[in-house]
C-alpha cells in the first residue's frame, strides 16, 4: 500500500513510518522540519520504500501530488505541545485548521481514506472521568491561550465529519499523553521529557502546583497499534476512538518514577505554572480515558506499562544525551 503521513519526522509520525514500511508498505512522508527532528527519520531515512518530502501542509501544490499518488493519509501534522502554544495563537489556527482543512478536501476530492489523529486535550477540563467519546467537552475562556488547541483539533474533527457525511472515509483518533523514545527532548513543553531531561542532569525536577494533577500516559508502541487498526478495519470507518492508557498516575507519581528509574539525585520541588509559561495556562487536574469502544472495535489494550515504558524512553533519552543536556 502506499501510504501518506503528515508530520513524519514528528514523535508519533516516525514511529508509525517505522511500523508501515516493517510491514511492507511505501511511504511518503511530509514534515516541515521545525519540530520534527531529522534524527527521527534517521534510521529509515535511506529505506528503499520511504519518500521524503520537506514540505508544509499549508502548500497545497506538493500535498495535492502525494494525497492523489497515495491510498491512505495518516494526518498527524500539527501544532501541538503547550509550550508551543501558549503565545502562538494564529499559528496554531493556521496549521491546524487551515492545514487540516487542506488535507481533508483534497482526500475527500480523490476519495482517499484519512486517518486524524486528534487529542484528549479535546474534552478539556471537563471533571467527568472517564471521558467516553460522545461526551461534552469544557473548555475555559478564549483569553486563556491553552483552550485554542482544542478548540482547532475539535475544527479539524467537524470537518473530517462533514466530509465523511459526503463520503470520505475517516476515522478519528484522540490519544492520551503518548510517550516513548524520539518524544521531543527539549522545546514541548511534555511533561515526560521536562523530567527525564532534569533527572538525568540532577537538576530540580519541577512539579507544577501540588503534583495531584492526573495523566494516562501511554506507550508509543500501543499508540501505533490503535492508530493502526484504525486504518484497516472497515467497523472503524466513520468513529472516534480514544486511544490510551486506562492507568491514572499523579504528576508527582510520575516525578517520583522517573526519579527512581533514572536513580537521579534530583530534588522534586513544587512551582507555579507562571515561571514556565507565563500568564494563559490554566491546569486539567484529571484526564482518564473511557477505552470501551476502542477494545470492543480495535481491540485496543494498552498493554506496556508505565515503568517498563519510562525505561525504555530513559534509555532512549541517555543514548541522545547530548541533546539532553544542552
Ligand atoms: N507539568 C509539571 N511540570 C512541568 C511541566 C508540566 O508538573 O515541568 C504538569 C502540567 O502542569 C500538567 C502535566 O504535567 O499537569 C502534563 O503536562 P503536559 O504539558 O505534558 O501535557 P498536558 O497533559 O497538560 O497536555
Known amino acids: 500500500m502506499r501510504i501518506l503521513i503528515t508530520g513524519v519526522a514528528g514523535f508519533i509520525g516516525a514511529h ?8 511492507g508498505n511505501e511511504v511518503y512522508g511530509l514534515d516541515i522540519m521545525l519540530r520534527g527532528n531529522k534524527n527521527n527519520i534517521g534510521e529509515f531515512e535511506s529505506h528503499k520504500n ?23 493519509v495518516y494526518h498527524l501534522a500539527a501544532a501541538v505541545g503547550v509550550e508551543n502554544i501558549i503565545g502562538d495563537i494564529l499559528k496554531v489556527i493556521s496549521i491546524n485548521v487551515d492545514g487540516t482543512k487542506n488535507v481533508a478536501s483534497l482526500a475527500f476530492k480523490y476519495k482517499k481514506k484519512v486517518i486524524f489523529t486528534s487529542t484528549s486535550e479535546i474534552y478539556g477540563k471537563s471533571p467527568n472521568v472517564p471521558f467516553k467519546e460522545d461526551d461534552d467537552r469544557l473548555l475555559g475562556p478564549t483569553s486563556v491561550d491553552r483552550w485554542v488547541y482544542s478548540s482547532t ?3 479539524g474533527e467537524y470537518m473530517l465529519i462533514g466530509y465523511h457525511r459526503q463520503g470520505l472515509p475517516m476515522s478519528i483518533v484522540r490519544f492520551f499523553n ?23 542532569a540532577n537538576k530540580q525536577i519541577t512539579v507544577i502546583g501540588d503534583g495531584k494533577q492526573t495523566r494516562c500516559f501511554t506507550y508509543v508502541e500501543d499508540v501505533i497499534k490503535g492508530l493502526v487498526k484504525c486504518a484497516v478495519l472497515k467497523e472503524a470507518e466513520g468513529q472516534i476512538f480514544n486511544i490510551g492508557d486506562s492507568k491514572e ?4 507519581e510520575l516525578a517520583k518514577i522517573i526519579k ?3 536513580g537521579s ?3 522534586i520541588v513544587h512551582i507555579q505554572p507562571e515561571e514556565i509559561y507565563g500568564s494563559g495556562y490554566e491546569d486539567i487536574s484529571r484526564r482518564l480515558p473511557d477505552v470501551s469502544k476502542a477494545e470492543k472495535i480495535l ?3 494498552a498493554k506496556i506499562g508505565i515503568e517498563e515504558g519510562i525505561e525504555k524512553t530513559i534509555e532512549w533519552f541517555r543514548k541522545n544525551k547530548e541533546s539532553a543536556n544542552a
Open 16 to 23: 508509525l513510518a517505522e511500523k508501515l514500511l516493517k510491514e
Open 50 to 72: 520511504f519518500n521524503f518530502f520537506e514540505s508544509s501542509i499549508l502548500e497545497e501544490a506538493a500535498l495535492e501530488i502525494l494525497i492523489k499518488k497515495c491510498d491512505l
Open 153 to 155: 483539533k475539535a475544527l
Open 178 to 200: 503518548a510517550y516513548g523514545p524520539k518524544l521531543d527532548i527539549e522545546g514541548s513543553g511534555r511533561v515526560m521529557s521536562r523530567f527525564i531531561v532534569q533527572a538525568l
Open 249 to 252: 498516575i499523579t504528576i508527582l
Open 260 to 262: 527512581k528509574v533514572t
Open 265 to 267: 539525585k534530583s530534588e
Open 299 to 301: 481491540d485496543f489494550k
